[in-house]
């Protein structure tokens, strides 16, 4: 498909099973969507997920299929052979490994060979099936306070977050994805879980910037794309961080000169319901920055905003050239070539020696 004919919308939205009904055919054709993200329900198989990707496809080849598969929890896809993938937590603790004889950079660099075999073992599987883009890395810093956060997070130290996150990006890159950090500024300090909860950070926006955004600052233009989180910092504003043009348009876009895609986190969660309904929330998430909004596990919810959300041409154009830039740009190997690929086994076998895969 040429470049001018790719014209993805500003929603992101699921379907309802392991293959397309109607309904989420229709909701794909519309020219309000730009993404497809599938969940643990859409999989069942690699032969049946390749055929939904393809399906998906024929519909709308402009469309970013993606998925939340970051390891250990939080992994969409799990059998017939794809590879248990660990928690991120894990690849900080053997960066902190202290062992006799050893100089502590040597543990630092393994960690970041891991953290870039996790990503090219990611994004080659994903690919191989049709999927596009996964919502990864987790950028949070651990400061044991965030259950839904734990062990999804690299570090409490920005600087190894940083590094192993952008090892792990070139890992996807290696394997012809993009990335997403999430959740911007931070979602590691807050102890509700925006999925049920409205999560609050009481900090001052000096205290954010100089520990929880580095990574974001430091990972510069290796960034991809971001989500923010759904948490309230009342010292900077009173609306969660995806629906605030402080945190969005001033800090990320002016402060840190981010250029990539803002994606909205899922505007179904508790955490968003501030904004009010779901056409005002991604109103609201448009106008503070964010170039797509997402709408899960509520059809309902999606046929409305479909219906009702009105995106100005300028808006809607700027959103459509950054979407764009997350397509993977090669094309990927199919699973059976790709078991017998020298990168692909060097990356597991790696993974193996360091038991971080069984």
Known sequence: MSKSNMKPGPITLDVMGLELNAEDCGRIKHPLTGG????????????QLSRLTAQIKSLRPDVLISIDHEG????????????????????????????????????AATAMAAATACGYVLASELRSCGVDFSFTPVLDLDFGRSAVIGDRAFSRDPQIVFALAKSLNEGLRLGGMANCGKHFPGHGWAEADSHVAIPVDERSLNEILNDDAKPYDWL????????????????????????????????????????????????????????????????????????????????????????????????????????????????????????KEAEYQHAKGLLKQLKLIQ
């Open 36 to 47: 497809v993200i599938l969940f643990g329900r859409n999989f069942a198989n690699r032969q």
């Open 220 to 339: 510069d233009l290796s960034l991809s794309a971001v989500m923010p989180a759904h948490v309230i910092y009342p010292k900077v504003d009173k609306h969660p961080a995806g629906f605030s043009q402080v945190w969005l348009h001033s800090v990320l876009r002016q402060d840190l000169g981010f250029e990539g895609v803002i994606f909205s986190d899922d505007l179904s969660m508790e955490g968003a319901s501030v904004a009010g309904s779901v056409v005002k929330g991604a109103q609201l998430a448009l106008d503070a920055g964010c170039d797509a909004v997402l709408i899960c596990n509520r059809p309902d919810l999606a046929d409305q905003l479909l219906n009702e959300l009105t995106v100005t041409k300028a808006k809607q154009a700027e959103s459509m050239t950054r979407l764009n830039r997350l397509m993977p740009q090669s094309s990927a190997l199919l699973w059976s070539p790709l078991q």
């Open 72 to 107: 250990g929890r939080v992994q969409r896809c799990r059998v017939d052979g794809f590879t248990h993938l660990p928690a991120m937590r894990r690849l900080g603790d053997l960066w902190s490994i202290k062992t006799k004889g050893i100089h502590p950079a040597q543990s």
